[in-house]
T-cell receptor, first 110, second 114 residues
Framework: GQQLNQSPQSMFIQEGEDVSMNCTSS?????WLWYKQDPGEGPVLLIA???AGELTSNGRLTAQFGITRKDSFLNISASIPSDVGIYFC??????????WGAGTKLIIKP | KAGVTQTPRYLIKTRGQQVTLSCSPI?????VSWYQQTPGQGLQFLFE???????NKGNFPGRFSGRQFSNSRSEMNVSTLELGDSALYLC?????????????FGNGTRLTVT
């Protein structure tokens, strides 16, 4: 079956640092979605990418749809305490199935 | 616009019992998907309903079932509960099928099986 590898699994960062996470797939995707989940809540859509090479920003967040259509990354600049949570990527394949990454847990060091 | 509403928020059941969880999608959304989330396992797809028809199904045993009503509200049922069914169950709605538009999630039902 299709595999979607999300890394890193977790990150410990200092407030103010930039953060980068990525997802890679064994097959081509037509859409990449990035979600964030806060404790006790459901995931919330951050950024949707629909075209290879597309670079989209949402405030301090920037995500890119890889040119090979098999990868995507999410960057967070100047992290703040409310950025903690779990970040998920999801990709839609040619059969319109949505495949999910296992998540990247972001923790800010006190 | 109200978001996706899931009830109940928390549930405690014992092994062997059955449970029904409810999901009200965003108004106008016709697709509802269900996911199981356990620590370290990410989101495991259960099934998707679109216009009262099951469109896709994940790799879960037949004890897990669902349905969608004409008003797009959905329920999922788990029969003969096992300890391993303890998880956060998330419902998500979308305008079209999940393959065509982004998902909007509810806050989940936390099921504990003892």
């Amino acid at each position: 079956g299709q595999q979607l590898n999300q890394s890193p699994q977790s990150m410990f960062i200092q407030e103010g640092e930039d953060v980068s996470m990525n997802c890679t797939s064994s097959s081509i995707f037509n859409t990449w979605l990035w979600y964030k989940q806060d404790p006790g809540e459901g995931p919330v859509l951050l950024i949707a990418l629909y075209k290879a090479g597309e670079l989209t920003s949402n405030g301090r967040l920037t995500a890119q749809f890889g040119i090979t259509r098999k990868d995507s990354f999410l960057n967070i600049s100047a992290s703040i305490p409310s950025d903690v949570g779990i970040y998920f990527c999801a990709g839609r394949d040619s059969n319109y199935q949505l495949i999910w990454g296992a998540g990247t847990k972001l923790i800010i060091k006190p | 616009k109200a978001g996706v509403t899931q009830t109940p928020r928390y549930l405690i059941k014992t092994r062997g019992q059955q449970v029904t969880l409810s999901c009200s999608p965003i108004s106008g959304h016709r697709s509802v998907s269900w996911y199981q989330q356990t620590p370290g396992q990410g989101l495991q797809f259960l099934f998707e309903y679109f216009s009262e028809t099951q469109r896709n199904k994940g790799n879960f045993p037949g004890r897990f079932s669902g349905r969608q009503f004409s008003n797009s509200r959905s329920e999922m049922n788990v029969s003969t509960l096992e300890l391993g069914d303890s998880a956060l169950y998330l419902c998500a709605s979308s305008l079209g099928s999940t393959g065509s538009s982004p998902l909007h999630f509810g806050n989940g039902t936390r099921l504990t099986v003892t």
